[in-house]
């Protein structure tokens, strides 16, 4: 049977860089949430992007000098023949960049690695951590080790562990988490009271989840808010491309919408 569904294909990236109007979004939004296709589509878009994204920043690192200072003394006619030769880091770049390209068109035949149900897990994640289930294997003593820890832990995509002291959370501990064979980094805070906070960062869009209870835009970012029993949980996309962040919480509603709010922009 010939599939006659008119699919996004080409606007996908319009949805996931955030391009499209609020009314095609929505439209796009709603026919994501019928079609596997598309879905899958995007879910591998959202792979190359965070690849590319870290691609980007390894090529702008400069290369390492050479501390040989006596082959700049040789004649010209002496030195390493190599030594003339350009570097071609911006056509291996390129060439890698178009790889992940067709990477995202076949990925689709495969399997779908993001799927709808990210609330449902990032609950099932807090509950497994509030009832002592969860071990938080990754605990160091501060944030920029913590990322550090997550890299050496065998997380690719970029990702960004913010301190909240200001606000009142401590770092409590991280986990490395595959749900559906799909990897994940994970950090709990933990405030004055007790009171736990997960976050949670993996490669997807706001795009391949379910519909939303409350929807919100802050300083250009937009915010999916979902409630899942007694808990609530906050999702929008990294700067990065690629990448979403969660945040979920028992606390109140509002309080963890505006702390969200607070640190996704952060880095602003």
């Given amino acids: 049977m010939t599939d006659t569904t008119e699919h996004l294909q080409e606007r996908l990236m319009d949805l996931i860089d955030g391009r499209m109007s609020p009314?095609?979004?929505a439209a796009a939004e709603a026919h994501l949430a019928e079609c596997p296709r598309c879905?899958?589509?995007?879910?591998?878009?959202?792979?190359?992007?965070?690849?590319?994204?870290?691609?980007?920043r390894e090529h702008d690192q400069p290369a390492p000098v050479r501390p040989d200072a006596a082959v700049a003394e040789l004649p010209l006619r002496s030195r390493p023949a190599t030594m003339g030769r350009p570097q071609h880091r911006p056509l291996r770049w390129?060439?890698?960049?178009?790889?992940?390209?067709?990477?995202?068109?076949?990925?689709?035949?495969?399997?779908?690695p993001v799927s709808s149900d990210w609330p449902?897990?990032?609950?099932?994640?807090?509950?497994?951590l509030d009832s002592g289930a969860m071990t938080?294997?990754?605990?160091?003593?501060?944030?920029?080790?913590?990322?550090?820890?997550?890299?050496?832990?065998g997380i690719e995509f970029p990702m960004r562990v913010f301190d909240l002291g200001m606000m009142g959370w401590q770092i409590e501990?991280?986990?490395?988490?595959?749900?559906?064979?799909?990897?994940?980094?994970?950090?709990?805070?933990?405030?004055?009271?007790?009171?736990?906070?997960?976050?949670?960062?993996?490669?997807?869009?706001?795009a391949q989840l379910s519909p939303a209870w409350q929807q919100h835009e802050h300083l250009g970012i937009r915010f999916q808010v979902y409630r899942i029993g007694e808990l609530t949980a906050v999702f929008w996309p990294e700067?990065?491309?690629?990448?979403?962040?969660?945040?979920?919480?028992?606390?109140?509603?509002?309080?963890?919408?505006?702390?969200?709010?607070?640190k996704a922009t952060q880095h602003l």
């Fill in 23 to 25: 009314a095609e979004r």
């Fill in 39 to 56: 879905r899958r589509e995007s879910a591998a878009m959202g792979y190359s992007q965070a690849a590319l994204s870290r691609l980007a």
């Fill in 94 to 112: 390129l060439a890698a960049a178009a790889l992940l390209f067709g990477l995202a068109l076949w990925l689709p035949n495969l399997r779908e």
């Fill in 120 to 128: 449902q897990r990032v609950a099932r994640d807090y509950a497994a």
């Fill in 136 to 153: 938080l294997a990754l605990q160091p003593a501060s944030a920029l080790q913590m990322e550090q820890s997550f890299v050496a832990a």
């Fill in 173 to 206: 501990g991280g986990q490395v988490l595959s749900p559906g064979g799909q990897a994940s980094a994970l950090v709990v805070y933990r405030n004055p009271d007790g009171q736990a906070l997960l976050c949670e960062m993996f490669v997807g869009s706001l």
């Fill in 239 to 262: 700067p990065e491309g690629g990448v979403l962040c969660v945040l979920i919480s028992s606390m109140d509603p509002q309080a963890l919408i505006e702390l969200a709010f607070a």
